[in-house]
């Protein structure tokens, strides 16, 4: 496992770990967020898209072992939690905890707007495939 670590790490130029890097710090930072307010919820994570909890935990963690793979699955990921959020609260369907609906909108979309800063073009892709109705979880397990 540490030879795997130091594989990886060679592997790659600066340039390319300093952005991955950062990429971890960033999603890390907005999992635990999105962990923590009960938007996307671990065993949901773990069930509906085949992560395991240490894949959250590191990140969680900042690991700096976490590859780019999953940087990009998570992008999938998340963008589906703050969409199935965000429709839930604008259609009175959310959990009975929210008791500002319109306060509630504003943090999603706020969440929403770190989403796309962080992912980009990644996040506008997402989108389409949620405006074409694609189920996000199906189209992420299919490809594994």
């Known amino acids: 496992m540490v030879e795997e670590a130091k594989e ?19 999603i890390g930072t907005l999992l635990g967020i999105m962990i923590g307010e009960d938007i996307s919820p671990r065993k949901s994570i773990v069930n509906e898209f085949h992560v395991s909890y240490d894949t959250i935990r590191n990140f969680l963690n900042f690991d700096s072992k976490i590859k780019i793979e ?14 199935e959020e965000y429709e839930a609260v604008e259609n009175y369907k959310s959990k009975k905890h929210i008791k500002d609906r319109t306060k509630r909108l504003g943090r999603i979309n706020q969440l929403q707007r770190e989403y796309k800063e962080i992912y980009g073009a990644g996040a506008e892709a997402v989108e389409d495939l949620i405006k074409k109705k694609v189920d996000l979880r199906q189209f992420v397990n299919k490809a594994e």
């Not at 600066?14 to 960033?26: H, Q, T």
Request: charged content about 20%; glycine content about 4%; some cysteine.
């Open 8 to 26: 990886i790490e060679n592997s790659e130029s600066p340039a390319v770990r300093l952005m991955r890097l950062s990429y971890i710090e960033r």
């Open 70 to 83: 999953t940087i990009l699955k998570f992008c999938y990921i998340i963008g589906h939690y703050l969409h």
